[in-house]
T-cell receptor, first 116, second 112 residues
C-alpha cells in the first residue's frame, strides 16, 4: 500500500533557529500533500495544503512566513519552521493524497519538534 | 471547522464489538465520511470510508444512515491493540482539492 515517510521523527532545536521537516511519498506520486500540527491531547489541526509546483494554501490563522512549505516534486514536500520558539513545539504530521490508492489519504508517522 | 461530533470516550470489552457513533448533520451530498485512528504519538491510520452505502473491509464496517446525517463505525471483535483515538471525518471540498478536517475524536479503551 501507499507509504508516506516523514523525517526526522523527532528534533530538538534552539529558539531562533529554523527546522526543516520532510515528507516523502515512497511508492506513489502526490500532487497534493497536507501539513497538520497536533498539541498534546488535542486533535490534528490542518495547517496548509501543498500542491506540487505552486504555492501552498494556508488555513486561516496559520502564519505563512513562519511555516514555509515547499512542494518542489511529486514525491517531496517540506515544512520549515522559521525562527522557532518554544510555543512552536508540537507534533507535525504530513499526509499525501494517493489518487490511485484505496484510501486516498496516507499519513506520515509524524515529527516531534521541541524548541528549547 | 470540523463537521462531525463524536462522544469523547468509550469503553469496550475485549472480544466484543465496538460501535463508535458519529454525527455529521451538515454533510453535503458529495462529501465522503472517513474514519481514521491514531495510536499515541503515531500518524493516523486509515480504517474505512464511504459516501452513502454501508462499507466493510478487513478492519471494520461503516454504517451510514439513509439521511447521511450520522454513521457508526463497527469493530467486530475488539482487541487490546484497538485502543486508540478514533476520528470520524467529513472530507471537505476546498479550492485546491478536497481535504480532511479532523474533529475531536473518540478515545476507545478496550479492556480485558
Amino acid at each position: 500500500g501507499a507509504v508516506v515517510s516523514q523525517h526526522p521523527s523527532w528534533v530538538i532545536c534552539k529558539s531562533g533557529t529554523s527546522v526543516k521537516i520532510e515528507c516523502r511519498s515512497l511508492d506513489f506520486q502526490a500532487t497534493t500533500m497536507f501539513w497538520y500540527r497536533q498539541f498534546p491531547k488535542q486533535s490534528l489541526m490542518l495547517m496548509a495544503t501543498s500542491n506540487e509546483g505552486s504555492k501552498a494554501t494556508y488555513e486561516q490563522g496559520v502564519e505563512k512566513d513562519k511555516f514555509l512549505i515547499n512542494h518542489a516534486s511529486l514525491t517531496l514536500s517540506t515544512l520549515t519552521v522559521t525562527s522557532a520558539h518554544p510555543e512552536d513545539s508540537s507534533f507535525y504530521i504530513c499526509s499525501a493524497r494517493d489518487w490511485g490508492g484505496r484510501t486516498g489519504y496516507t499519513f506520515g508517522s509524524g515529527t516531534r519538534l521541541t524548541v528549547v | 471547522d470540523a463537521k462531525t461530533t463524536q462522544p469523547p470516550s468509550m469503553d469496550c470489552a475485549e472480544g466484543r464489538a465496538a460501535n463508535l457513533p458519529c454525527n455529521h448533520s451538515t454533510i453535503s451530498g458529495n462529501e465522503y465520511v472517513y474514519w481514521y485512528r491514531q495510536i499515541h504519538s503515531q500518524g493516523p491510520q486509515y480504517i474505512i470510508h464511504g459516501l452513502k452505502n454501508n462499507e466493510t473491509n478487513e478492519m471494520a464496517s461503516l454504517i451510514i444512515t439513509e439521511d447521511r446525517k450520522s454513521s457508526t463505525l463497527i469493530l467486530p471483535h475488539a482487541t487490546l491493540r484497538d485502543t486508540a483515538v478514533y476520528y470520524c471525518i467529513v472530507r471537505v471540498a476546498a479550492e485546491y482539492g478536497n481535504k480532511l478536517v479532523f474533529g475531536a475524536g473518540t478515545i476507545l479503551r478496550v479492556k480485558s
